[in-house]
Nanobody, 126 residues
């Protein structure tokens, strides 16, 4: 099932945004979900992941302490709260369900995720 991102936009440095990620069609199944981002000319980077069994979360060092991933299983939606946004954060942000599960380093490997959506733009500028 494909997921759809929403909530992007433009903020000043130090500002906040909350991204949402939900299935594009109805599904009763909940997935481990990862958030990724891709800046122009750069590879897609995994930044966070949350598993469905116990909500264990994983963060890459570049966002740890600033971004928070959470899920609402009643809405089958995963959120990414982004605080203290920095000039290096602008990118197209994507969410995707894990082919296996979120665990350790595999939480950040794009090849272990599938059904990519269109992504959503995040801009940070003063």
């Amino acid at each position: 099932v494909q997921f759809v991102e929403s909530g992007g936009g433009s903020v000043q440095p130090g500002g906040s945004l909350r991204l949402s990620c939900a299935p594009s069609t109805f599904t009763e199944e909940n997935y481990d979900v990862g958030w990724f981002r891709q800046a122009p000319g750069k590879e897609r980077e995994g930044i966070s992941c949350i598993n469905v069994r116990d909500n264990t979360t994983y963060y890459t060092d570049s966002v740890k302490g600033r971004f928070t991933i959470a899920r609402d299983n009643t809405k089958n939606t995963v959120y990414l709260q982004m605080n203290n946004l920095k000039p290096e954060d602008p990118a197209t942000y994507y969410c995707a369900p894990a082919l296996l599960l979120c665990f350790g380093a595999r939480s950040f490997s794009p090849r272990l995720f599938d059904s990519w959506g269109q992504g959503i733009q995040v801009t940070v500028s003063s």
